[in-house]
């Protein structure tokens, strides 16, 4: 069974959904990328504040392949709050104002906030990709498909800075 349509024949009810999303995705990159500035002056370990750097400077990256996807889209990048990023981003502030100053213990705390904003990106990117494919709009999906391998690295580098160095050095506090 072919599970990929036509970009001339999908709904227009899910091609306005799917832009809805975008816009959604959009607001979550923008609002992450000053929340990762929060994180990076709040790590203790330099590779943590160099892997928020990073990944601030993919965000900034990220949030240009998203105009790109308005711009296939014929449409004028905009923005529509992400309450599921907003409450990430609060959750990391809080993070922060619940661990002591130049600790591991923070930097743990840093990196768990920081994961479970990127597997709401991944989970994100992944559907939307998918989405794209589904109505014909294989540039769209592409863009998507490198914002999302660009999360999935940065989940995994996040996950190696914690098993190297930064839970022991937490838990030995």
């Not at 709904?11 to 975008?22: A, T, V, W």
């Not at 309450?83 to 923070?106: F, N, P, Q, W």
């Not at 906030?113 to 540039?139: C, D, N, P, R, W």
Request: proline share 2%; net charge negative.
């Amino acid at each position: 069974m072919n599970t990929k349509k036509n970009k001339n024949t999908d709904s227009p009810h899910f091609r306005e959904f799917f832009l809805d999303q975008i816009k959604d995705v959009y607001w979550a990159e923008k609002h992450l990328s000053s929340g990762l500035k929060k994180m990076r002056k709040a790590a203790t370990s330099p590779k943590l504040a160099a892997a928020f750097e990073k990944h601030i400077e993919e965000t900034a990256g990220q949030i240009e392949r998203l105009k790109r996807v308005f711009e296939l889209l014929g449409k004028t990048p905009q923005a529509k709050k992400c309450e599921a990023m907003e409450g990430l981003v609060s959750e990391a502030e809080s993070m922060i104002e619940d661990t002591r100053k130049d600790s591991y213990t923070r930097d743990a705390g840093l990196i768990l906030a920081a994961q479970k904003a990127e597997h709401y990106e991944i989970a994100s990117y992944g559907t939307l990709k998918v989405f794209a494919e589904m109505m014909g709009e294989t540039e769209i999906a592409r863009e998507l498909g490198m914002i999302l391998k660009e999360e999935v690295s940065t989940d995994s580098l996040l996950s190696c800075l914690a098993e190297e160095d930064v839970n022991e050095m937490a838990v030995a506090e």
